[in-house]
């Protein structure tokens, strides 16, 4: 198959991913649609009533259809101009037409203006996000054919790329044009099923490329379209003002005119304008930008009332900037809708104030509960609202929701499993897709190829034959040598090998054989290898040994892992662990390792004290019920201490002395033997399937646990001996798509410590250095790394309140950066202890945030400081 270089490949799928393509015998007719000086009015939509098909006219005022004869009615419509309905009479094979659009003239309609100042637009906005619901579910299954054609063309590449690529390969990709069109047949059934045949499909992009995709399935009623929040949203009031702009009439509708504005400039945000049907709160057009990573996307849907009450997009231009790191290109979007056949649902009654009805049920509908009878009647009392608040108008929308939801959607939202993305679009190509003859397109084209566009086609074959000869010389030269099927990075990085259907093999590469270094062991040099066996489509098992020769010592560091997953719809795993390696004293809550060892080469600091660590444990972890885990575990640890072996330092300095912490009292415990068993439930948490296993997603309520460890002295007085009991809660509360709250309380008790070593004391997640790896969402920045481990008792909380928009976001020249701002609140409670910590942070979520903090015990400042986190570090 011919080929472009990786790099130009990279660059035609980043443009053309910058839009999500979103998803006949007759007689031609060609027209084009002008304003009163004669120039052309650009995407224009034309609407044929009796086909129930839309058109978008190109930036030219262009367009074309192969039409059987008769005499159809023509609808012309386009923002900004007065729609115009002429009947067009074919009877010849071939007929133009010319229309002129007059300029639209909005008027204010009477208003009541209370006494809050409220601009007129509200209270549209109300009726239609109220009403958004229903015209969601309206339509029950309908069957229609689509036309699209897109173009994409790239201005600029990034220098660096230049330098990578063969000047004849850019000479090609840059400044030249590339079309795509496709015809498909679709078939929806509600609430969002899609079954999309491709009839023919033409590109002048290399063979390599095949765009098979879901034609537009973006829904302004749904709470999000076209990777926006929608204007019509039931909290769109949160993130959006609306300016009232006139209305004005066309036919028998009257049309209001409303502007959006974002509240802030954010990627999730659109500005632009929606057109709504008075009376029945309906869209008829939408006008919508929105710029997301360089990539500005202005999107127009033209809306027809395609059989009565029922208003369906006909037409749709979207049109895309791209200026992504020294890449610049736009690409070009058109696409027409025509509907064979509408089946709506008989939800009418919902409408029964606002619409009349258009034809007699067919057969008697279907009584509603008392529950829907109820919502009945609060729906129509907050209809007979003169003027509706944004409180009625969410539980409006709630109501209609309720009462016009398909009862598999309903199911669906009560289940806990999610769906795949697109798992309800099944896509399928006609086997004569891509042969399709000139003629062919001749027939189904909806807008002239411009000469450039065929050009682009010309150009294509020239291209496929210079990239067949590199192929060709490709495989000549790849049949005179083959080297290693390694490659450098594969070598550098590690990499996974299968070997054979059920066996394969990960290793670290020349990058992991350097796995740390500190002042006790000196450099660890070695590797880890991961052996993974399928056993079936159910089960499968993998061990995972690693060995390190530590310099300092001139010892070796070992372990060996297992693992063992079985019951994948329950989440079940088994796994043993054994070793003789150089530990942290915090185990679990310790800092990074990775960090540890650039502060010790760079700085001569080591906030993590090291221990000898000789253990084998085992675990079991399992799904008692859905959100429901239960974990349970052995383990048996010996320990030693250590000390600095060297103290070497890239730019001097002496490292602190690695601490011992073995000691209890006045009796050395180096042995633990300890069981444990912890329970985990999280209330109705959704989850996926993936590869038949189970993989939770989220949920709204929070995540109890409650864990019990014994350690039982079962070899002498060097044993441990202890009862530990904790319990914990933590959540996450997305308050909208600016603010969200995260919260963790943490708190137990040793029941019993006859006997404990350090490494078994309730650890606390701190940050002695500037820098960590640890959340700022649960730990604390200013607290020592282990002065205020406990043998007692304790509590621990951690409040964040996280926003897009909290105080330098704020300003205006600061909102288009994607970085968010965070308040903390932690205290800990223990013996002689009560400390307070307060911060600010700003960052980018859970991959890095820089905060200041400031703490407090008793109520007495102790220490103030900055704290750099890097979650995504080992």
Not at 484 to 507: E, N, T, W
Not at 746 to 765: R, V
Request: aromatic fraction near 12%; charge should be positive.
């Amino acid at each position: 198959m011919n080929k472009l270089s990786p790099v130009c490949t990279m660059i035609v799928l980043l443009l053309l991913c910058s839009l999500s393509i979103p998803s006949l015998s007759g007689q031609t007719l060609k027209g084009k649609v002008l304003n009163k000086d004669e120039n052309p009015v650009q995407n224009a939509a034309v609407y044929i009533r009796e086909l129930a098909q839309g058109i978008a006219t190109d930036d030219r005022g262009e367009f074309q259809i192969s039409i059987k004869n008769g005499t159809y009615t023509f609808e012309f419509t386009s923002l900004g101009y007065e729609k115009k309905t002429l009947p067009v009479t074919i009877d010849k094979p071939a007929v133009s037409i010319s229309v002129v659009l007059d300029t639209k003239v909005y008027t204010l309609k009477e208003v009541v203006v209370t006494n809050k100042g409220e601009d007129p637009a509200y209270p549209v906005m109300r009726k239609a996000i109220a009403m958004a619901p229903y015209y969601l579910h309206q339509v029950k299954t309908y069957e229609s054919e689509e036309y699209m054609k897109g173009t994409m063309k790239v201005d600029k590449i990034p220098a660096i790329v230049k330098l990578s690529v063969k000047d004849a390969e850019i000479k090609d990709l840059v400044q030249n044009l590339y079309v795509i069109e496709k015809q498909m047949a679709i078939s929806y059934t509600s609430p969002d099923k899609y079954v999309q045949k491709t009839l023919a499909e033409s590109s002048s992009l290399p063979a390599e490329f095949s765009f098979g995709g879901m034609g537009i399935t973006s829904n302004i009623y749904n709470a999000e379209a076209f990777d926006v929040i929608s204007p019509l949203a039931p909290n769109a009031f949160t993130y959006y003002n609306f300016k009232y702009e006139g209305i004005t009439q066309e036919g028998e509708h009257w049309v209001n005119k409303i502007r959006i504005l974002p509240k802030k400039k954010n990627m999730k945000l659109a500005s632009g304008w929606i057109y709504i049907v008075e009376g029945s709160w309906n869209v008829q057009n939408v006008d919508l930008t929105h710029t997301e990573f360089g990539i500005t996307e202005h999107v127009k849907v033209s809306y027809n009332e395609v059989k009565p009450t029922a208003f369906l997009p006909t037409a749709y231009d979207i049109n895309v900037d791209a200026n992504v790191m020294g890449l610049k290109g736009n690409v070009k979007y058109y696409s027409s809708i025509r509907y064979k056949s509408i089946d709506v649902s008989d939800n009418r009654n919902i409408l029964a104030k606002n619409e009349p009805q258009a034809t007699k049920p067919e057969a008697a509908p279907k009584l509603p509960t008392p529950k829907q009878q109820k919502a009945q009647q609060q729906l129509e009392a907050l209809s007979a609202k003169e003027n509706l608040s944004n409180k009625d108008a969410y539980k409006m929308a709630k109501l209609v929701q309720d009462l016009s939801e398909p009862e598999e959607s309903r199911k669906r939202r009560d289940t806990l499993v999610l769906l795949p993305k697109r798992s309800n679009f099944k896509i399928t190509v006609d086997s004569l897709a891509k042969s399709r003859d000139s003629l062919y397109w001749e027939e189904i084209r909806d807008l002239p190829l411009r000469d450039e566009e065929l050009a682009s086609y010309r150009r294509k074959d020239s291209l496929e034959t210079i990239l067949a000869k590199k192929e060709s010389k490709k495989s000549k030269d790849s049949t005179e040598y083959k080297g290693s099927k390694f490659s450098f990075g594969d070598i550098v990085m590690g990499d996974r090998i299968k070997l054979g259907k059920k066996y394969s093999l990960q290793y670290g590469g020349l990058l992991g054989a350097l796995k740390e270094y500190n002042f006790v062991d000196g450099f660890w040099l070695g590797q880890r290898l991961i052996f993974g066996m399928d056993i079936n489509k159910q089960k499968s098992f993998s061990i995972s040994p690693s060995i390190y020769y530590v310099t300092a010592r001139q010892t070796v560091n070992w372990q060996i892992d297992g693992s063992y997953k079985y019951a994948p719809l329950r989440n079940g795993e088994f796994t043993i662990s054994g070793g003789n390696t150089t530990a942290d004293f915090k185990q679990t809550d310790g800092g990074s390792r990775i960090i540890n060892s650039v502060t010790a080469l760079f700085f001569a600091e080591s906030p993590i004290n090291f221990y000898q660590k000789k253990f084998v444990e085992a675990t079991n972890q399992i799904d008692l019920s859905n959100g429901l885990i239960l974990t349970t575990g052995l383990a048996y640890e010996k320990w030693n201490t250590l000390d600095n072996n060297l103290s070497f330092s890239f730019f001097g300095g002496r490292p602190s002395p690695n601490r011992h912490f073995i000691l209890y009292g006045r009796t050395l415990v180096n042995s633990v033997a300890k069981v444990n068993l912890q329970l985990s439930y999280t209330p109705r948490n959704y989850y996926r399937l993936s590869g038949g296993r189970k993989q939770y997603v989220s949920s709204d309520y929070p995540t109890f646990t409650l864990r019990y460890e014994k350690a039982i002295p079962i070899g002498g007085t060097h044993f441990a001996s202890y009862n530990r009991l904790e319990a914990g809660i933590e959540q996450e509360i997305k308050l909208n798509i600016f603010d969200k709250i995260n919260y963790f309380v943490n708190a137990g008790a040793f029941l019993t410590s006859k006997k404990i070593g350090f490494p078994d004391y309730k650890h606390f997640q701190t940050a002695e250095l500037y820098v960590t790896n640890h959340s700022l969402n649960n730990s604390f920045s200013l607290l020592n790394e282990y002065a205020n481990s406990t043998s007692k008792q304790w509590l621990q909380t951690h409040f964040t309140y996280t926003s897009s928009y909290l105080l330098v976001k704020n300003l205006p020249f600061l909102q288009n950066y994607l970085f968010d701002e965070a308040l903390h609140v932690r205290s800990l409670w223990k013996e002689k202890r009560n400390y307070v910590e307060l911060g600010y942070s700003v960052g980018f979520d859970e991959i890095g945030r820089v905060g200041v903090f400031v703490g407090s015990n008793k109520g007495k400042y102790l220490a103030v400081g900055f704290t750099f986190s890097i979650p995504i570090l080992p």
